[in-house]
Structure formats: structure tokens, C-alpha cells
């Protein structure tokens, strides 16, 4: 509101002063003042709020106990895409929407997030159960429970039922593919990072094989795993894209291929690329079939989700623990679901295959053999519930006792990597 107006200045002649204001006409003013301030104050309303991640406390059946958090940008109307994005082994709900990169095109293009978080209680690690039947079968566990949020986002949301999609990380990649297998009918397209197979295991010990080698199975077995994941159905399955790291030693490369195996044959086309891409980040994207499937295999990248710190139109995330600056996956992925609009190919494909090359270590990495007992006494590892995972990399070594044993890598100050067979 403007100030009122300066009284006018003095004049030379006594004659022309203005004279003084009586106290009723003083009182007058003030007051009109007061309703002036206080009818424009309420014009003006209560100030707006930005969006932000917030937890929702309720959602439906909870069978898996997981936690519900929920990204809405500012205005988005009913009938907007979902996309529900799924964290690693140590990581949150929070840290995954700060760094992941999908929070920029959330607001950009216009769709909801939601992300489910896991706890200590149901794994040590704070890993989704991808390895536990009950926690991977329709309509049970931790799968039920995502399944609960997509529907109270629909719900109270208003988002688009046919346009769902959900990606992750790690052992959240490998619960994208829970997810995408056993509610075909939910998810429209989905993103597996540094994941595993739907059903390449049904315990810990097996989880341990399927993370660090190949398992031998064709495709038609990876196909039918899915295809008993829900009985009967006869729609059509989900569009994958999945990444993959090509030094990767805590989900080997082979998992990246299996996936592809997996897939392809589920969607009904061939392991053969129609054509291979190069893009940013030393990565080398292949298409399968009618862009059914994806595989990005990034040449030298370890264990975590691709990001690129950045302005530039194809650039999100932060660099931090398992947030690998080499390129914006949540872009790539974005418009491979179509939220961008579009969903056709984002590279040119070249003629021949992206040669990769294989990442050389300038120091000879420390390697120990031994037992998780011994492990864990000098610091290598640690127990926790009975069992022994590497420290740093948080990699499972199965029970803590003095019979198991396992080849540990050091990669970094106090990180290690299960490394049976590599050293």
C-alpha cells in the first residue's frame, strides 16, 4: 500500500500554512486507514506453498510396512501420469527424489511422484525384499503394498490409471521388475537400474548368486518366471528400459543382459538389437524390437543410478553416494515413457555398435580371502540379524560364522565389495 501524501511544504507568508487538523478528523483518517490495510490483506489471501515430497500417513493395506511419500508439482490437474520411483540398499525416499534428477521433469512436464520407502525392520540394509516370494508375489507383501499407493494416488490424486509407470535403483530396480511382472495390468512402462531379474531368486543365498553371475536360463525361462507371476492374464505387458553399468561389481553386467532376455521375450520379440545408439556418458543404448525394450550400458560406471549434474535440457540429478555423474537416466527414461509428450527413440541409431571399453584400475585393488567371521573381526564387514555384509558397499555374504567364506575387494577407505572369483 502506498504512504500517504507529505504534507505540503511551508509557505513564507504565515497566511498560507495550512492549519492544524482537528482530532476527530485525525481519528477519521486512522481508522480508514486500519480497514484499508486490513480489506487489503484479505484480498491478497494466504501466501502460496510450494510443492514438496510429504508422507502420506494412510494409504490402504500395508502388508509389506513400507512407507508412502508423494510429489504433486504446484497446479497439476486430475488426469495427469504416476510415476513411482523405488530407492537402493541404504538409501530413502528423500535422498532418492533429491538426487535422482525426476523431481525436474515432474514439475517440467507435469506428473506425480510417488515413493514408497522401506525401513531397517524389513531388511537391515533398508533393500525392498526383491528376493523374498513373499514380498514379489501379487497381491502380497511389499508388492501389494506399492500397489496400494498407485491406487490411493489414483484416488485422491486424480493421476491417470492408464499412464502409471515405476523405475528404481539397485534393489528398487529389481523391485521395478516385481512390479512390472507381477501388475502388468498397473504399469504401463517401467525402468530397471542395477537390478536383477524378475524371480532370478527366491531367498538370500540365491539373491547372492543372481547380484554377482550369470544364471543359466534362456529366455523362454525368464519369460515364463513373469508370466506366472500373474496367472492368466492376457493384456499386454509392459515396455523396460534398463541400465546397466559395465563395471558394476556389486550387479554384474550379466544381470543387465538377462533382464534384456527376460523382457524381449515376454514382449514377444527378438534378442537382436535393431539398432545401437551412442549417447552421452560413454553409454551405448540398444532397441529392441518396436522400442519394446532398451538396454544402456554404460562403459566404466560402477554400482548406482546414472545422473548429470546440470542446466541443459537432458541433465538432472546430483552426484552423490550411488548418484553416478555420467548421464540423466530420469530423461532418458521420461520420454521413453512418454510424459515428455513424445515417447519415440531419444538417439540417432548408428550403423554398428558402440565399441566399449573396459574401465583399467591405476592401482592394484587389496583382495581378501576368508571367513565372514574374520570378516567382520577386522573390519571388513560387519553382522547384522545373523548375517555378514560388506562394509561400504553393504554387499550380502550370507550367515556370520566361521564356515562361509568369501573373497572381499577394497575399492575405496573402508569400502569393500564382494569379489569371489575377481581377484
Same mark, same amino acid.
Given at each position: 500500500?502506498? =504512504?500517504?501524501?507529505?504534507?505540503?511544504?511551508?509557505?513564507?507568508?504565515?497566511?498560507?500554512?495550512?492549519?492544524?487538523?482537528?482530532?476527530?478528523?485525525?481519528?477519521?483518517?486512522?481508522?480508514?486507514?486500519?480497514?484499508?490495510?486490513?480489506?487489503?490483506?484479505?484480498?491478497?489471501?494466504?501466501?502460496?506453498?510450494?510443492?514438496? !515430497?510429504?508422507?502420506?500417513?494412510?494409504?490402504?493395506?500395508?502388508?509389506?510396512?513400507?512407507?508412502?511419500?508423494?510429489?504433486?508439482?504446484?497446479?497439476?490437474?486430475?488426469?495427469?501420469?504416476?510415476?513411482?520411483?523405488?530407492?537402493?540398499?541404504?538409501?530413502?525416499?528423500?535422498?532418492?527424489?533429491?538426487?535422482?534428477?525426476?523431481?525436474?521433469? *515432474?514439475?517440467?512436464?507435469?506428473?506425480?511422484?510417488?515413493?514408497?520407502?522401506? #525401513?531397517?525392520?524389513?531388511?537391515?540394509?533398508?533393500?525392498?525384499?526383491?528376493?523374498?516370494?513373499?514380498?514379489?508375489?501379487?497381491?502380497?507383501?511389499?508388492?501389494?503394498?506399492?500397489?496400494?499407493?498407485?491406487?490411493? =494416488?489414483?484416488?485422491?490424486?486424480?493421476?491417470?490409471?492408464?499412464?502409471?509407470?515405476?523405475?528404481?535403483?539397485?534393489?528398487?530396480?529389481?523391485?521395478?521388475?516385481?512390479?512390472?511382472?507381477?501388475?502388468?495390468?498397473?504399469?504401463?512402462?517401467? #525402468?530397471?537400474?542395477?537390478?536383477?531379474?524378475?524371480?532370478?531368486?527366491?531367498?538370500?543365498?540365491?539373491?547372492?548368486?543372481?547380484?554377482?553371475? *550369470?544364471?543359466?536360463?534362456?529366455?523362454?525361462?525368464?519369460?515364463?518366471?513373469?508370466?506366472?507371476?500373474?496367472?492368466?492374464?492376457?493384456?499386454?505387458?509392459?515396455?523396460?528400459?534398463?541400465?546397466?553399468?559395465?563395471?558394476?561389481?556389486?550387479?554384474?553386467?550379466?544381470?543387465?543382459?538377462?533382464?534384456?532376455?527376460?523382457?524381449?521375450?515376454?514382449?514377444?520379440?527378438?534378442?537382436?538389437?535393431?539398432? &545401437?545408439?551412442?549417447?552421452?556418458?560413454?553409454?551405448?543404448?540398444?532397441?529392441?524390437?518396436?522400442?519394446?525394450?532398451?538396454?544402456?550400458?554404460?562403459?566404466?560406471?560402477?554400482?548406482?543410478?546414472?545422473?548429470?549434474?546440470?542446466?541443459?535440457?537432458?541433465?538432472?540429478?546430483? *552426484?552423490?553416494?550411488?548418484?553416478?555423474?555420467?548421464?540423466?537416466?530420469?530423461?532418458?527414461?521420461?520420454?521413453?515413457?512418454?510424459?515428455?509428450?513424445?515417447?519415440?527413440?531419444?538417439?540417432?541409431?548408428?550403423?554398428?555398435?558402440? %565399441?566399449?571399453?573396459?574401465? &583399467?584400475?591405476?592401482?592394484?585393488?587389496?583382495?581378501?580371502?576368508?571367513?565372514?567371521?574374520?570378516?567382520?573381526?577386522?573390519?571388513?564387514?560387519?553382522? #547384522?540379524?545373523?548375517?555378514?555384509?560388506?562394509?561400504?558397499?553393504?554387499?550380502?555374504?550370507?550367515?556370520?560364522?566361521?564356515?562361509?567364506?568369501?573373497? !572381499?575387494?577394497?575399492?575405496?577407505?573402508?569400502?569393500? %565389495? !564382494? =569379489?569371489?572369483?575377481?581377484?
Amino acid at each position: 500500500m502506498a =504512504a500517504p501524501p507529505a504534507p505540503p511544504a511551508p509557505s513564507s507568508s504565515p497566511r498560507l500554512r495550512p492549519s492544524r487538523p482537528s482530532a476527530v478528523l485525525t481519528a477519521a483518517a486512522t481508522a480508514l486507514l486500519v480497514l484499508l490495510c486490513l480489506l487489503g490483506a484479505s484480498l491478497a489471501g494466504p501466501p502460496a506453498r510450494a510443492a514438496s !515430497l510429504t508422507q502420506v500417513g494412510s494409504f490402504g493395506s500395508n502388508p509389506g510396512n513400507l512407507a508412502m511419500y508423494a510429489y504433486r508439482p504446484d497446479g497439476l490437474p486430475s488426469g495427469r501420469p504416476l510415476v513411482v520411483a523405488l530407492h537402493g540398499c541404504t538409501q530413502d525416499a528423500n535422498g532418492y527424489f533429491t538426487n535422482s534428477g525426476w523431481r525436474k521433469y *515432474a514439475d517440467q512436464w507435469g506428473f506425480a511422484l510417488v515413493l514408497p520407502q522401506t #525401513s531397517g525392520s524389513n531388511n537391515s540394509s533398508k533393500c525392498f525384499n526383491w528376493f523374498e516370494t513373499g514380498d514379489t508375489s501379487r497381491g502380497q507383501g511389499e508388492a501389494a503394498s506399492i500397489r496400494a499407493m498407485v491406487a490411493y =494416488a489414483v484416488a485422491n490424486y486424480g493421476t491417470d490409471p492408464a499412464r502409471v509407470y515405476v523405475t528404481g535403483l539397485s534393489a528398487g530396480g529389481a523391485m521395478s521388475a516385481v512390479m512390472l511382472a507381477t501388475y502388468p495390468d498397473v504399469f504401463k512402462a517401467g #525402468s530397471v537400474g542395477a537390478g536383477i531379474a524378475y524371480r532370478c531368486a527366491a531367498g538370500l543365498t540365491q539373491a547372492t548368486s543372481c547380484q554377482y553371475g *550369470a544364471t543359466n536360463k534362456t529366455p523362454q525361462q525368464w519369460g515364463d518366471l513373469v508370466r506366472a507371476a500373474y496367472s492368466g492374464y492376457s493384456g499386454p505387458y509392459p515396455r523396460v528400459a534398463v541400465w546397466q553399468g559395465t563395471s558394476d561389481y556389486t550387479v554384474t553386467p550379466a544381470n543387465g543382459a538377462q533382464l534384456r532376455d527376460q523382457w524381449t521375450n515376454v514382449r514377444g520379440v527378438s534378442q537382436t538389437p535393431v539398432s &545401437t545408439s551412442s549417447l552421452p556418458g560413454g553409454t551405448s543404448l540398444k532397441v529392441y524390437g518396436n522400442d519394446d525394450v532398451r538396454l544402456y550400458e554404460i562403459s566404466g560406471m560402477g554400482h548406482g543410478l546414472p545422473v548429470d549434474p546440470g542446466s541443459g535440457p537432458d541433465q538432472c540429478g546430483n *552426484a552423490a553416494a550411488y548418484f553416478l555423474d555420467t548421464i540423466c537416466s530420469a530423461y532418458h527414461d521420461a520420454r521413453f515413457f512418454g510424459l515428455d509428450g513424445g515417447g519415440g527413440p531419444t538417439a540417432t541409431p548408428t550403423a554398428t555398435p558402440t %565399441v566399449t571399453p573396459t574401465a &583399467t584400475p591405476t592401482v592394484a585393488p587389496v583382495c581378501v580371502t576368508a571367513s565372514n567371521y574374520a570378516h567382520t573381526t577386522a573390519g571388513r564387514a560387519y553382522a #547384522s540379524g545373523g548375517y555378514t555384509y560388506a562394509k561400504g558397499s553393504n554387499d550380502p555374504m550370507g550367515l556370520w560364522n566361521v564356515l562361509t567364506t568369501h573373497t !572381499l575387494m577394497q575399492t575405496g577407505p573402508a569400502y569393500w %565389495v !564382494l =569379489a569371489d572369483g575377481r581377484c
